[in-house]
């Protein structure tokens, strides 16, 4: 396979850092979603305040 990206020219290590952010960032929101659940059902407030609430402190 390394011998066909080579032909083919594919830089072999930009698509790897590619997919490996990718990957990364999509366990992050999936470890932030959980997280908003669990604070959703701690504070018995929608994920969706949470998700607002989170928002608004960013902007500070």
């Known amino acids: 396979m390394l011998e ?3 032909r083919y020219g594919v ?3 930009e698509v790897l ?3 490996l952010e990718e990957e990364v960032k999509r366990e ?3 470890e932030a979603r959980g997280a ?3 604070i959703a059902n701690e504070l018995k407030v929608s994920r969706e305040e949470v998700a607002r609430l989170i928002g608004e402190d ?3």
Do not use: C, P, T, W
């Open 28 to 30: 992050e929101e999936e």
């Open 17 to 19: 850092r590619n997919a």
């Open 58 to 60: 960013r902007e500070r």
């Open 11 to 13: 830089d072999v290590s």
């Open 4 to 6: 066909e990206a080579k």
């Open 36 to 38: 908003a659940i669990r």
